[in-house]
């Protein structure tokens, strides 16, 4: 089948042509949103990250950012800068964030991470098959764009 790149809707296609041993190989690679509630209970919080407050701006105008996003097998993000605090929900795959100093972050599905104000780097999806896919948040100060791009590696 030679797929290129897995998405979330690849890998249950491919259990389905390959059978389920495709699944249970990458299942450590998927955010598990359910089972969480254990029986009896009518109620459960998955708490993902609960001490962003500090990196809040506190401007009532600071613009808000929520976005999806993937990195192909193998692809990297282009160089960029995040312009305030910034948040990411791992939901498949696995992450690599480079910067200057080298690899500062690292994640894989259900990984709740961080990275740097102002520091550039760039994004960089390890596996050689799966479709690395994130939430993001960034909560940015009214006069900063949430990111700045750059062309080439800034240092």
């Given amino acids: 089948?030679?797929?290129?790149?897995?998405?979330?809707?690849?890998?249950?296609?491919?259990?389905?042509?390959r059978g389920k041993d495709v699944l249970d190989k990458y299942k450590d690679l998927k955010l598990q949103l359910?089972?969480?509630?254990?029986?009896?209970?009518?109620h459960k919080r998955n708490v993902l990250l609960d001490s962003v407050y500090a990196s809040l701006p506190r401007d009532p105008q600071a613009k808000v950012f929520v976005f999806s996003?993937?990195?192909?097998?193998g692809g990297y993000?282009?160089?960029?800068?995040?312009?305030?605090?910034?948040?990411?929900?791992?939901?498949?795959g696995l992450f690599e964030a480079h910067f200057q100093e080298g690899t500062l972050v690292n994640a894989k599905a259900g990984d709740v991470y961080s990275e740097p104000i102002g520091k550039f780097h760039r994004g960089h999806n390890p596996h050689p098959e799966l479709v690395y896919s994130c939430?993001?948040?960034?909560?940015?100060?009214?006069?900063?764009?949430?990111?700045?791009?750059?062309k080439e590696r800034p240092w």
């Fill in 1 to 17: 089948m030679g797929d290129a790149r897995l998405g979330r809707g690849h890998v249950r296609q491919l259990a389905d042509a």
């Fill in 34 to 42: 359910d089972g969480f509630l254990k029986p009896g209970e009518q």
């Fill in 69 to 73: 996003g993937e990195i192909a097998p």
């Fill in 77 to 92: 993000t282009s160089w960029h800068c995040h312009n305030g605090a910034t948040f990411f929900v791992c939901t498949q």
């Fill in 135 to 150: 939430i993001g948040l960034c909560l940015t100060p009214p006069d900063r764009d949430h990111i700045t791009n750059a």
